[in-house]
Each structure stands twice: as C-alpha cells, then as structure tokens.
C-alpha cells in the first residue's frame, strides 16, 4: 500500500512513555504511544512511530518513505546531566579564575535549592562544581572588557594542558576565558592547538555556546556542553541513520528549548541547545493553536505524574529567558521561560508530626513504585489515590497500558493518614487534593506576577494526563474565566503535537553594551553582520521563505533586569532609535508593571538577535460532526465534591461519545482512553468544533 | 463572595493552605521589589524582604529571601509606626516609612516600607518591605560609614513618616530624600520598589481576607502563629536544660585602634523556652559597630534556631517561647546618638557567641566558629569626574558542623542571607578595575574532624586612584575551632604597591587612599575546625588536597596522612597513616 505525501510526525520522549504524533496533510492526527527505553532510547524511538503507522494501516517503511519532516525532542541529554553520566570534561579557563565555577557568583547555596536546604543551616550546602578543580587547567591569558589583550595567552601553559589531556584520559574539553565573547581569538587559538593534537576529541567554547556577559554562566553552559557533546552526538547519528535506513523521505529535525528545529548538524555543535525541547514544544505548539483559534493570552499548564510545568503566553508570544538554572547551576541558555514546581498525580501525602498538619510533596512516588492503587509495591498515599478514592478516577476502567486501579488498597491507605489526623477518609482525601491543586495556584500566580500579567485575563490551557481531574480546582481560585484541553485526549501527547507544529529556526547574537543616545553607525554594522549570518545558514540549509526576526535585549541603566525588545524595521537612524525606546518602555511596564522603569536614567543596549526562520503555518483546524442531541451519561457512580462536603450519585460520560456542540453540567465525569476530566459543581464543559474541550469555570455572570 | 472559602481553624487541609497563602503573598512582593528595584547591591543580591504583620504587630509571615535581619526589623518597627501613626488615624493609599536604628530600624540606608491593608474602614494588616537603598548620604558613598561616631554621619534619618497617601507620593518626603543623596535616581526608584512591592502584597491580602471572611482568617492566622510557637517549643525541649555561655571578641572599632570589644551571653534552656541575656557585653561605643536592638534580637533568634528545625516559618509564634535581655546602652542596645551602620560585626559577634552556648547544650547539632561577611566599598577621590561605586561583601567561611564541612564562601551566616556575589565581567564594565583574581585560599579552612569552610581571596587593580573603605572583623581574631578542631585563617584587606610593598589595612577603614595601579586585596576568613583533625577520613583529606582545598604540609602536619605518591594516581598511604596518627597524642601535636 502506497501512503499519500506529506506526513508530518513529532517524537517526544518522556520520562515514561514515547510520544508519536503523526499529522496528514488534511490535518487527521495519529497517536503512537510505547514506553520509553531507557538503555537505547532510539528503540522506542522508532517503536513509537512504528505504532502509529500500524493504526493508520501503513508499515513503518511506508510511513517513512511519506514523511516530510520528522521532529525529535530529546531528553538524552538532560538525563545525562541529571544523572551525572555526562563525559570527562577538561576545562581551560583564564589563571586566577579556576574557582569561578566553585564560588558560583555565591550562588550555590540558593540556586535551585529546595526551602529546607536554604532555611536549615546544618544541611545548606553547595553543589559540587560542574568539573572538579583537579580537571581545571588555567591558562595565562586576558582580555578587557574592551577586547584587548592585556596579557598574551602563554602557549607553554596550553600545552601543558594538553598533557592533562592525554595524563586524565578525558573525554572532551571546555574552553572558558574571561572576556572571550568580546573577543575569541584566544579561545579559538586553544581550540586550534587542542584539535592539532586531538583531532576526534569533542571541543566547546565559551563564546560559542553562550556569547554572554558574565563568566561563572558562561562557563557552566560550555562545560555542561561538553559533558553532554560525546553521547548526543552518538545518539544523534544513531537516530539520523535509523531513520535513512527506514526509507524516511524528509530528514529529521531536533527540537531547541528556544523553540525551533535545527538539523543533525547544529544540535550536534549545540546539545545544551535540546535540552528540555519537548515541554518548550508543547508550550509554542499551544501559542500556535490557540492563535489559530483566537486565543490571544493564555496560561499552559502541563500536570504529569511528577510535576506542574506552567508557562505563559501573552499576546500571542510566548517568553524567553536568557539564564536559567539546571542542576543548582546558572546556565545561559536562550529557553522559552517554563517553570515547574514537583507537584503531580504521584506526590506524596504525609503528616508532619510535629504540627498533625496534612502535608502534601515535594516527595513523588513517580512511576515506580507509583501511587498505592498501581499495586506496583507504592505504599505511599498520593494525589492519584486521593483521586480515585474520592471517585474522580474510575477504578474499573484500566489505564492506558492496561493497568488496574486498586481502589480498596488506596482507601486502606488514605483512611490510615486520615485516622491519624481526625479526619474522615473522604475528607482527607479532599484535603489532599485541595492542597496539591492550591500550590498550582500560587505557581501559577507567581508566575504570572513575576511577567507582571495578572492571571484573571488568560485563559488557561491544560494538558498532560493529571490535568484533567486538577485544573477545575487550581483554576478556579486564579479567576481564569475557562480552562482548555486542546483537541481533547490528545492533549495528553501535547509535546509531540507541538514538536511537528515547529519550524526550522536559528538565532544569531551580538553582545553590545550601547547606551543612550546609541551609537548609529556600530548598531547599524552589527545588525549588517548579523544579517550576513543568518542568510548563510538558511542559504547552507536551502530554507526557503525565511523571515528575520529582530530583536535586542534591553534595560534601564540603573537597574538589572533586561527585557526583550522587537527592533523597528527601517534604517538605523534618530526614528529608529526612538521607536526601539518606546518599545522597550511598553515591553518594560508590561512586564514589570507601571512606573516600574525610570527612563531619566538612560537605557542600554546589551545584546541584538535576529532569528532566520521558515515561517510557521497555522494548524489545520477541522470541523467536527455536530452532536444531534443532548449527551447521554454511561453510567453514574458517587463521586464526593469539597463544594458540598459529600459524595454525590455523579452523571460519567465516555469521552469518545461527546460530539462537537455539546455541553454538561456538573458535577460530572468524562472520561477518555488517556485523561479524565472532573467537571465540578457550577462549571461545565464544552465540545467545540475541532474537538477541544472547554471547562467553564463560573457561570454566567 | 465573602467567606467562600472553608475555615481553617480545626481543618489540617484548610490551615495548610492558608499558611502557603501568607508565605505566597510576601513571596510576591519580594519579587516586585527585586525586579522593579534600581540599587544594583539590591537586585543582583536578590536582597528585598517583605513581610505580613498585623494591627497589633505581630508578624505573621515573611519571604523566604528575607534575611532574620532584615524580618526582625520589620517586625519591631511596626510597632514604632503604630505609636506615630495610631490605625485609626490611617487612611486607604497610605504608605509610611521609616529607618530610625533606635526604634527598630537598622542603619540610615535600610529604608522600611509599611502599607496598612483595610478590612472596611479598618486597619487589620500591613504589608512591609525593606532593601539597602544606594545612597542616601553620610560620612561615605553606598552606607559603609565605617569612620561614624554618632547617628548623623550615617545618612538621613527618618522617623515614622508618610510616604504616600491616596493622592500618591508625597512629594515633600521624596524631594528631601532626593537631595541627602548621593544617587538620587537611585534611592528614588528603590522606594517607589519598595511601595510597589507592599502594594502587592497589601492588596493579595485584602483578597484573601475577603475570600475567607474577617474572623475565619484572623482564626487562620492565630492558629498559624501557635502552629510555628508549639513547633518551636519542642525544638527547645529536645535540648538539655542548663545555663551556657558564649562570647566572642571583635577585634576594634575602627576609630580607637588596638581596643577589642567582648560580646558575651549567656543562654539559659529551661524546658521548652530559652532566656537569651547579654548582661556582661561591653558598652556602646563612639563608633560604628553598635548594634540595634532589632538587630541583636535577629542575631539571638538566628542563633538560637540553628538548634532547632530550621524549616519552622518565620512569625511572631517563634518569639514566643525565647525571651532577649539586651542591656540598654551596651553595644546591643545603643542609645541616640550612637552609631550603629556597622552593625553586622557586632550581629555576627551575637551569632557566635550563642552558636557556641548552645554547641553545649546540643552536640549532635554543634557549629565550629564561622567567618564573616567582609564588605568593601570602593569609589572615585573625586566626584568631580566619573561616577562609579563597586561596594559589595565576600563571604567567609562557615565553622565545620557536627557530621559535614563548613560551607565555603557564603552567606548563611548572617542571618541566614542569600545574597549573591556579582559575577566579575559585568563589574570591570562599570568601574575602572581589573580582577585578577577570585580564588579559594589554600588551607584556609580550619582543620578538624569537621573542616572549615575555605575562605576567599579576589585581588582588584585599580585602573584610577580611587578611596577604599572597609568593614569587616575577624582580622586579629580567627574564628576558633572547636573539640580539638583548629582555627581557621584570619582575613586580610591589603593594598599592594606595584612595587610589591604591602599595606595591610585595618578591618574597618575609611577613604584610604590608592592610587591607579595599585591592587586592592580582600581576603575572607576561613571557618573553624570541629573535632579532632587527626580522627578526619583520610579519604577526605586525600580530596581536599586533590582539590586545592589544603597544601600537602598541611596534610601531613594538620592531619597527620601520608599519600603515597608513587602509586598510578596519589592514594593514601593507609599504614603510614596509621603510624603517623598512632604517634600524634595530643601533646606532642601542641608542642
């Protein structure tokens, strides 16, 4: 059998399962699900997108041989940094600054610490260095802030290094000088002599993977780059020569955590690049989705079994953020801004003795050994046995892969907690799921504060398989007037969804420290550079239809914090200039609320970006068979509202048979092969015409 | 809508929400205050606090960046606020502020922010936030007078005043502060940060009261405060009853050279409250480095919570069981005019000295000596010509504790600060200097069991002649080890000649003179041992020594292991060791 032109397909590999999402011309999607394989991840990989050929009728040759473009959002290289299997990373860095990655800005005490390690003095510590000191090999060499080399690089001290090098038996090499984005030449010349004498060994520089003022930063960003470089690029070869051999017409694109897709050879050169490209891909894919369906501003939520990620997108665009933490260390890393707090279907209820108060995470039970009524050995309470105990869950349909919910293991478990707090199981119960969804509250509260958006003007977006039965609740106490599950139950495969809804794209940066009123000339030649840049990689790549997108990062003279900024089009000149002000003051206040900024003392230019990019092309949004009648539930089972303080006989409908135009009041039950929404009392839920479902959460005023 | 919201008081669930309510709520105003705030010694330190208290003063919650000193203060100035401005003569769009060291303020240049949040026509709450603003006059630019020998070389003065009113700023107040400094866009912005910080979170708690109904929240907010008293109360109870003494000597004053200073307490344990009694400490000072009773009292109660789960919230119930004697007129307790902007030495000097008491009455938790947080300001002679300040601190390192290492280089310490270190690039784009360097001091830590955290050396080259002004201690007295651990290194500031003559400076300095090309060097005292050093995991040492942490002598001296150098990558030599260690009695080490 012949397969039509022109698939699509998106792979995203989570934690527990391979994510396939296969999108055809007219917009029909496809969903392959298998679990993830940890030893190779390329088994599932493929195992995934062989899954999905089968429910369309086609072998995976001939799904291949008909697909376009295959995009990839890969998590082997975070694991590899999670897990610490990373490489061998020598670091040559400029003498007297070897501990710069040690004293971490005094940082490390906070970054990415939990309370408990910020609060409690007998345990509050910091992380050990990203490369212990006995691999640092420093360098005499520097440069100024201007670029000029006020001490000349010693080339006796690099080749000693390079006797580390062979003495150590390292894997790859970082190189990290002070000032080096200003000027490379000498982290390019230590490149040079490392390659001369090690051709095969993987290389990351600092100007290179993170051209960013601040040298604690840079250098974390260039070592982690290294320590990933060797496996990614081995992995990345593995899946690119999987795919040929399987027939795949198109080639295969990775997802970036900036949002974009660049080839095997970029996300070769650039691993730290990949990181977390799967949930940015969800978050850009909904941006895209929800401006198809005329959703300006948005809050997306993404609840698994271990975590809430919560991202925001405001007018249409989502936000970016230059510096990020990963592993208790500062990152420069240009990522779509998703933050996460370890709250999900798997945290763990507990009583904390001291108070007999109900406590709720930040402990997750994950997958193994999972909640009580997995039976898979957990024998800790948590958020999805409060759910299923409550009756929000239906323990006689089995999960996705097949799973059983052992409801009366769970209520054994919560009844146990609620004993020893005096309260009544259901109420317990209640309890946990109150607290869990009032964290997601204030995450999404800060969030939004911390942009200076206020929350009650979005809408919320939900997906991943948790959210269903949770946002009714966190989503109420915002004051977001409705929740969306984008296209239903595939809301649960959202990241892969977003992976094929990206586009080719690549950002190129100049650092600059221009202040008010700016020098013309010097930004009008950086913004000619970086425009040669930028058309050779798309002409390398034959992209076709490119846009450039501008834009500068700005802030106040006298204060910190830098703001993105779109750069007017036009000629560098006085109009220019003004325009680019005011866009820097709207985008200020809006982000940090009104009077925030103090224009009086100057502004300041610290970095210019354009991205080259195909354009993005909006979702094919497909009308749907309108329901020609009122639903009808399945069946009906008690489920126990806070709202009322009882359970109640409950009305459960199967998903599946909801059609386009229908609406049901709650409280009520949906349930899908993948999620289960909770419709509580007063909101009701909506079928649309494309197959998104809409949780009303107040009614009408 | 009023009192949608189930009630608290009885429900283990409702409570718990609540409590996450309050501490959200001044989360958030910490974050407006840092992001709006213009102060780069603020921001890039993440150093905004902000607090919920109440109309009869208690503090109910605070954010998790806030420093002990920094809660202590809000907490204890209200109540100053409150006796100028009774609530009912409080109006809605009311803004006060204050920063009178006397009534619980912290020096001039810690400006407090309060917003009474309404309940109707009535006064209930009030939100409050603090920063170090950039400059708001005094001896010296940025608030480090170290030369002050009363109040008014400090920095303006502020009684309880009304900043804003429902009309918006009073411009009267604005315009003052404007002209006593020396950054006047600075201290403004910072203040208008610091309202619209209190805003936030004045009007996130006019939500929350209307969301649950005046009395269920009230209810909500008295079980919060008990809930934090009873946690703090079996944490006092799991320590052995008795009388323990502590004290700990600063080495001058800044102004009287050669005179030492001895902050002594006594901490009295008595079931499941504490009695934590200055009497003993030497008197104020005409110098800088009286501390302010907020501030002796943060000190006491960081020190004693260091025994006790340091997780338990921070508000009024944790006052309770702990009663402070501060003697008035002594260096916790100073009277007008004396000044008190260094303050941290003395705070520190507190810190220690109950550390060590309660090292007694609590062994498993114990804490060697700690060093400190030395602050540094560097400016032009001039300010005629270009304008820049780079005033900052690096941090010592922290005493070995009972069972892992002293942490290097931070800011626990000082009242449990999370302040930042600025990263070097973006300093040499502001102010003419090169740094050198910025590295950990070799064997630096004290030895011990338990080894000290290292300290830290950064040497700047003056590209301009330019005054230096320091403030720190810890330079003529290390900070001690403890049960057979050794003292940690003493720290430095010195100016270097590019001949290479070296000046030491004092630990407090004012407007020393460099001139361009000079190197201004600042090192960190090294935290003390714990332990017998002898007793440390050979392996342990082995690493130390790997990484740059000790030099050999050190090894073989301090910790008496041999490494076998001749093996494929150095190891310890277990049975030289063995020997090495075998023959190290006591008495012989000493001698």
């Known amino acids: 059998m012949t397969a039509p032109d022109g698939y699509s397909i998106g792979v995203d590999i989570g934690g527990t399962f391979t994510d396939c999402l296969v999108v055809a011309r007219d917009g029909t999607t496809t969903v392959g699900k298998v679990s993830s394989t940890p030893s190779d991840l390329s088994v599932g990989f493929f195992g995934s997108i062989a899954a999905a050929a089968e429910q369309i009728g086609l072998d995976e040759r001939s799904l291949l041989s008909a697909t376009t473009k295959l995009a990839h959002g890969t998590t082997a290289g975070i694991n590899a940094i999670v897990t610490g299997t990373g490489a061998k990373v020598l670091l040559l860095t400029t003498k007297g600054h070897a501990d710069s990655i040690r004293a971490m800005a005094g940082q490390g005490r906070v970054l990415g610490a939990t309370i408990e390690e910020i609060l409690d003095y007998s345990i509050s510590s910091r992380p050990d260095p990203v490369v212990p000191r006995e691999r640092v090999c420093e360098i005499t060499e520097r440069i100024d802030f201007a670029g000029d080399v006020i001490v000349a690089m010693s080339d006796d001290d690099i080749g000693r290094s390079l006797d580390r090098i062979d003495e150590l038996g390292v894997d790859a090499v970082a190189i990290s000088f002070l000032w ?62 999987g795919a040929a051999d399987r027939g795949l017409a198109g080639e295969v694109l990775f997802g970036l955590c900036e949002g974009g897709l660049v080839p095997a050879e970029e996300a070769r050169r650039h691993p730290l690049g990949t990181v977390q490209s799967g949930p940015v891909a969800g978050v850009v894919g909904s941006a895209l989705f929800a401006r198809a369906m005329g959703y300006e501003n948005i809050i997306v939520t993404d609840m698994g079994g271990t975590t809430l990620d919560v991202a925001t997108i405001a007018n249409g665009e989502v936000s970016f953020s230059e510096e990020n933490e990963l592993e208790r260390q500062r990152v420069y890393l240009r990522k779509v801004d998703v933050e996460s707090i370890g709250a999900g279907g798997g945290s763990i209820a507990w009583v904390h003795e001291d108070s007999g108060t109900l406590r709720v995470g930040p402990r997750s039970a994950g997958a193994v050994p999972g909640p009580i009524c997995y039976g898979r050995g957990g024998s800790e309470v948590t958020v999805t046995d409060a759910d299923l105990v409550l009756g929000v869950l239906n323990p006689d349909r089995p999960l996705a892969g097949g799973l059983t919910l052992d409801v009366d293991a769970a209520q054994r478990g919560v009844s146990e907690l609620a004993a020893r707090l005096g309260m009544s199981t259901l109420e317990c119960a209640a309890g946990i799921v109150e607290i869990v969804d009032s964290r997601m509250e204030d995450l999404i509260r800060r969030v939004t504060i911390q942009r200076g958006q206020d929350p009650r003007g979005f809408t919320l977006w939900a997906y991943g398989g948790a959210s269903g039965a949770h946002a009714g609740l966190y989503g109420r106490d915002i004051g977001a007037p409705e929740v969306v599950f984008p296209l239903g139950d595939a809301a649960s495969v959202w990241s892969a969804y977003g992976l094929v809804s990206l586009q080719q794209s690549r950002s190129f940066q100049a650092n600059a420290l221009l202040r008010t009123p700016f020098d013309l000339e010097r930004v009008s030649g950086l913004l000619h550079d970086l425009e040669l840049q930028a058309r050779k990689y798309a002409d390398a790549r034959a992209m076709r239809d490119i846009e450039l997108v501008w834009r500068g990062d700005m802030k106040y003279s006298l204060q910190v914090f830098e703001v993105e900024t779109e750069l007017p089009d036009g000629d560098v000149d006085e109009r220019w200039a003004a325009e680019l002000m005011a866009n820097f003051q709207r985008n200020y206040e809006g982000r940090f609320g009104r009077g925030s900024g103090y224009a009086e003392a100057g502004a300041v230019l610290t970095a210019l970006r354009v991205t080259v990019r195909s354009p993005a092309t909006d979702p094919v949004l497909r009308p749907e068979r309108a329901a020609d009648g009122p639903p009808a539930p399945e069946s009906t089972r008690d489920v126990y509202w806070s709202e009322t303080r009882a359970a109640e006989p409950t009305p459960i409908y199967w998903g599946p048979t909801l059609l386009a135009g229908v609406v049901i009041d709650g409280p009520a039950i949906a349930e899908y092969p993948n999620t289960t929404i909770a419709v509580r009392p007063g909101q009701s839920l909506r079928r649309d015409d494309f197959g998104n479902l809409i949780l009303k959460l107040k009614g009408d005023a | 809508m009023n009192g949608t919201t189930r009630s608290p008081t009885g429900d283990p669930a409702a409570a718990e929400i609540l409590r996450n309510a309050l501490m959200v709520a001044a989360e958030e105003a910490s974050i407006v205050v840092v992001k709006s705030a213009y102060s780069s010694f603020v921001v890039e330190g993440s150093d905004a606090s902000a607090a919920i208290l109440d109309v009869r003063g208690r503090l109910v919650a605070q954010s998790a960046a806030t420093t002990l000193a920094h809660g202590g203060s809000l907490r204890a100035s209200i109540g100053a606020i409150l006796e100028d401005h009774p609530a009912s003569s409080m109006c ?143 944490g006092l109870a799991a320590l052995t009853d008795g009388v323990y003494r502590g004290s700990y000597v600063v080495d001058d004053d800044g102004i009287h050279p050669g005179l030492s200073y001895t902050v002594r307490v006594t901490v009295t344990v008595e079931d499941d409250h504490v009695i934590v009694d200055f009497e003993g400490t030497d008197d104020q000072v005409r110098a800088s480095i009286n501390c302010g009773f907020s501030q002796a009292i943060s000190a006491a109660m960081f020190g004693v919570r260091c025994f006790v789960d340091g997780t338990i919230p921070m508000n009024e119930g944790c006052f309770r069981p702990v009663e402070f004697r501060l003697p008035r007129g002594s260096l916790v307790n100073p009277t007008p005019p004396h000044a008190a902007g260094g303050r941290s030495i003395v705070m520190s000097a507190a810190i220690d000295a109950i550390i060590e008491a309660l090292s007694a009455a609590q062994p498993h938790l114990a804490i060697a000596a700690s060093g400190l947080l030395h602050s540094y300001a560097m400016a032009p002679v001039s300010s005629a010509g270009r304008r820049w300040l780079q005033m900052a601190y690096e941090y010592g390192g922290l005493g070995g504790r009972r069972g892992s290492d002293g942490p290097d280089a931070t800011g626990i310490h000082f009242g449990l600060a999370r302040n930042t270190i600025a990263q070097l690039e973006p300093i040499e784009t502001r102010c003419p200097l090169v740094i050198e360097s910025k590295e950990y001091i070799v064997d630096s830590g004290g030895p011990g069991r338990w080894r000290g955290g290292m300290g830290v050396r950064t040497v700047f080259r003056l590209l301009d002649d330019a005054v230096v002004t320091t403030r720190s201690d810890r330079m003529r007295y290390p900070p001690v080890g403890r049960e057979g651990g050794s003292a940690g290194r003493a720290g430095r500031y010195l100016r270097v000649r590019p001949d290479g003559i070296e000046i030491e400076l004092a630990s407090k300095t004012s407007n020393h003179v460099f001139d361009r090309g000079d190197r201004f060097v600042v090192e960190t005292s090294g935290g003390g041992g714990l332990g017998d050093p002898f007793t440390r995991d050979p392996d342990a040492v082995l690493r130390d020594l790997r990484d740059g942490r000790v030099t050999r002598g050190s090894v073989e001296r301090d910790y008496r292991v041999a490494i076998d150098a001749d093996a494929d990558s150095d190891a310890v030599d277990v049975r030289a060791t063995t020997a090495l260690r075998g023959a190290g009695l006591r008495g012989e080490r000493n001698g």
Not at chain 1, 209 to 228: K, L
Not at chain 2, 139 to 144: P, Y
């Open chain 1, 180 to 241: 080096s984005f200003v000027n490379p030449s000498h982290e390019q010349r230590a490149r040079e002599r490392v390659a001369q004498r090690f051709p095969n060994l993987f290389v990351s520089c600092s100007h290179d993977v993170a051209p960013r003022i601040g040298e604690y930063g840079r250098t974390v960003s260039t070592v982690m780059n290294a320590a990933i470089g060797p496996l990614m690029v081995a992995y990345i070869d593995r899946i690119v020569q």
């Open chain 2, 92 to 234: 809605p769009g009311d803004v006060f502020a204050m920063n009178d060291v006397y009534r619980g303020g912290i020096h001039a240049n810690d400006i407090l922010i309060f917003r009474p949040v309404f309940v109707g026509t009535e006064v209930a709450y009030f939100s409050g936030t603090l920063i170090h603003v950039a400059d708001i006059g005094g001896l010296s630019a940025g608030g480090i007078a170290a030369g002050a020998t009363e109040v008014f070389l400090e920095g303006v003065q502020l009684p309880p005043v009304r900043i804003a009113t429902c009309d918006g700023l009073v411009d009267d107040i604005m315009r003052t502060l404007a002209l006593n400094s020396r950054a006047p866009e600075s201290v403004l912005g910072d203040v208008r940060a610091l309202i619209a910080g209190a805003n936030v979170a004045a009007k996130r708690i006019e939500r929350l009261v209307t969301q649950y109904g005046r009395a269920a929240f009230d209810a909500g907010v008295d079980d919060y405060l008990d809930y934090a008293e009873s946690r703090m109360r079996s």
